[in-house]
């Protein structure tokens, strides 16, 4: 904690500008042996002026690296909770590595990745929740995943938590008072609507690990069916682009196809595939075993049927997809007449238990409609919801699902134990708190903070 770090903040790569920080006790000294500050500025150590902008030039050896500006934040009031010294200057990669180099040979160390918000954490200044959340809003593709991180960064998944932890440990004092005090003859406190809540509110939080992952990581979506059904049609209407081959030729798709779309705020990887079917071809057949490997990995499939056609074949292999999160894309449906109310009886019973989307890629139509099914089936909830849930603290990690599992379970057991000693009753209480603090971090190990601010990027 007392070592001075620096790095190039900003992204590799050309910019206009690039930043070098330095964080750390001598941040300071260390950021002044490399800075000739513009002979307007009368500097030095003891009057210098916290948060100002100050003109000059980066040298090494008296010899001038780049021209560009200085500025000093003096601990605790900084991101790192210690003293940062700020460089801006041009955004080349060789000139910020050379300033990197003369910063480092005047006493900083290389910072290692996530370790200026590691810093952070160590200083109270944001929790590990919070902390893992920048890397989130760092790497948001959509608004609606950089809200969901915005969120989570501002603490309100931290809160929720915090409140379980907060009614859980008056119970656990309560408990321990009459451990402590048994002659005080104190009333038997009653556990269990504490624990009945506490265990609500976990569920509710690991309710929301699904959509919290998709909205973070993304998810993958294929699009399978039978030949000629329209799969391809689909993707480019989805893509708002002809990406892929449409004919009228069953089996012109062979590869798999993959782009990533924005779909109602949740990063999708699109996939179209070739055709399922029994096939000759070589060269078809290689499209069919890839296309059956991809709806394995597959997060969700969108099973094309064409609506005015046999569909036996389609129920076969949609048995084959047992526990897999699927949807019925009903495609060509303008070959189904507006009045042919039958042909589409015949499909939702043919399809009964599956959701069934009627589209007509032809006619672009039901597309904003299969969205939002598609958005249903993956997040559990209605798209136009989205935006009020992404910022109530979604559960995005699996560390965070497993510590609420934990949690979860040791209150389970604590419960179980109310009407028992209430020894054992405050152990269990006590194992679901040091569960929570895990994720907020208030319980951890240098193992896991490790691991943690290792995903994240060096300057960081
Ligand atoms: N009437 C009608 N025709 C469609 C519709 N969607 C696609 N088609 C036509 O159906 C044929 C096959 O379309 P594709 O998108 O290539 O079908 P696919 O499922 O990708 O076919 P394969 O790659 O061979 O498996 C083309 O002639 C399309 O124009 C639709 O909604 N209605
Ligand atoms: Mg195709």
Redesign the pocket.
Known sequence: MTDTIAAISTAVGEGGIGIIRISGPSALDCGMRVFVFSSSHEVDRENIKERYLYYGRVCRDDKTIDNGFFVYMAGPATYTGVDVVELYCHGGQLVLKNILSAVLSSGARPAMPGEFTKQAFLNGKMDLAQAEAIVDVIRAETELALSCARSRLDGVFSKRVNKIKDALTNALTLMEAQLDFPEEELPTPDMLPVFASAQREIKTLLDTYEEGTALKNGVRVIIA????????????ILLKEER??????????RDVIEETINLRGLPVRLM?T??LTFTDDPVEAIGVARARERMKEAHLILY?VDSASAFDEDIGIIKEQDGKKLLIVA?????LSEANEKGRNDLQRAFKGHKLSF?????SSGIEELKDAIFEAISGRLAHEAADTATSGLVVSLRHKLSLEKAFGAVERAKEAASGPLELCAVDTRIALTSLGEITGEVTTEDILDRIFSEFCIGK
Not at 225 to 236: A, E
Not at 245 to 251: A, D, E, F, K
Not at 331 to 335: C, F, G, I, P, V
């Open positions: 069916g039978r030949p000629n059904v329209g799969k391809s049609s689909l993707l480019n892929a081959i449409v004919t009228p030729h069953p089996g012109t798709t179209d070739a055709g094309v495609n060509k449906a303008d070959l589209t007509s890629a032809m006619r």
